[in-house]
């Protein structure tokens, strides 16, 4: 077979463990998963509601159109139906822009570390990435102003950075757009963005009206609580979404997360009683942190990432023992640290426990 070389050498994407894996592994009755940023309190009950009453043909496509969603969502966000795409998860969505714009002969500039499928569909499309280190966790915008030349098709802004936690403000945003070129597409990865409280934070969707070379992604696996549904979007100027649609696989919308999501979107209530939580969360990780002298980068998210001074793998696989799945940090490029996930309150309780434990004996 002469398959691409690059393909020869690039590792897939490594999700984080099951709970049955590690339950058979361990001889474990109970283990509670903090790995993968998924939402400790499920979903709306609207949502529920929607697949209950609802049942979706399983003999019939999927609405390519995703009508019904496409109208809810445009007018929760006060946009135009020909401004959004959608994917299976904003993965897909990182796909198919990809596949749209990258090429042997073009590069794509994105902060280091962060989310790992920029560079790995760039490497598929066999172009050049340009990674540019976080400094104190942060984006780098200088940096990545300075890496642009003409073979530059893509920037990647992650915020809030996944695994950082961390956000850019909104004027040194809006300094960094007005600086890059209209020819290049600046991708801006929300997939946190109703997790944030920062009051410098920006309105991503009045700048993809200043700005024409912008698109916004969001996704409903996060605090929505739909990620086995895998239902993401993209917010961008008709132009943008008009030239990406051809690159979309068809019916790449399942009918039933169309459907669950165009009623979660309704329940607002759920959404700010999900954030409230997790910002308690977060105090809990702060103030063990604080009491253990531990270093973390204040978080924007629901995940945190925790500096253990010691191998990353290590501390991952102590907890594990423990019954608590984490993500070790020497596959987010901190090898020394671990992501949480911020659960329950007693989900909490108990991995800090698990955490404190395991640091006295280590």
Not at 150 to 159: A, D, F, G, R
Not at 189 to 212: G, K, M, P, Q
Not at 292 to 306: H, K
């Amino acid at each position: 077979m002469r398959w691409k070389e690059q393909l020869l050498t690039l590792t897939p994407y490594q999700p984080g463990k099951s709970i049955e894996s590690v339950k058979k592994q361990y001889n474990l009755e109970h283990i509670v998963k903090l790995a993968s940023n998924e939402n400790p309190f499920g979903c709306s009950k609207q949502a529920l509601a929607a697949l209950q009453s609802n049942p979706a043909g399983l003999a019939i496509y999927p609405d390519g159109y995703a009508t019904n969603l496409r109208e809810t969502l445009s007018a929760f966000l006060q946009v135009e139906e020909e401004e959004l795409i959608f994917g299976n998860g904003s993965d897909n969505l990182i796909q198919i822009i990809s596949r749209a714009l990258l090429h042997p002969d073009a590069n794509t500039i994105m902060a280091a570390p962060t989310f790992s499928q920029y560079k790995h569909n760039a490497v598929i499309e066999g172009a050049i990435c340009k990674e540019v280190p976080l400094v104190n966790g942060d984006h780098d915008l200088d940096a990545m102003l300075a890496a642009i030349d003409e073979k530059t098709n893509i920037i990647w802004l992650c915020s809030p950075n996944n695994p950082t936690g961390t956000y850019i403000p909104e004027n040194k945003l809006v300094a960094f757009l007005e600086k890059v070129p209209a020819d290049i597409l600046v991708v801006l990865d929300e997939a946190y963005y109703e997790y944030v409280i920062a009051e410098d934070y920006y309105n991503s969707i009045d700048l993809t009206r200043e700005f024409a070379n912008l698109i916004v992604l969001r996704t409903f696996s996060k605090i929505y609580g739909l990620a086995a549904l895998r239902i993401g979007y993209g917010v961008a100027n008709r132009s943008i979404i008009k030239a990406l649609e051809p690159a979309r696989e068809p019916f790449n919308v399942n009918s039933l997360g169309q459907l669950a999501a165009s009623a979660a979107i309704e329940d607002k209530e759920f959404i700010n009683n999900c954030k409230e939580k997790n910002r308690q969360g977060l105090e809990q990780f702060y103030q063990f942190c604080t009491k253990n002298g531990l270093e973390y980068y204040p978080s924007q998210t629901n995940f945190i990432l925790i500096d253990c001074k010691m191998d990353g793998n290590k501390v991952f696989q102590g907890l594990m023992e423990k019954g608590y799945i984490v993500r070790s940090g020497n596959a987010l490029g901190f090898p020394s640290a671990v992501r949480i996930t911020v659960g329950s309150l007693e989900q909490n309780e108990g991995v800090l426990r698990a955490l404190g434990e395991f640091l006295a004996q280590n």
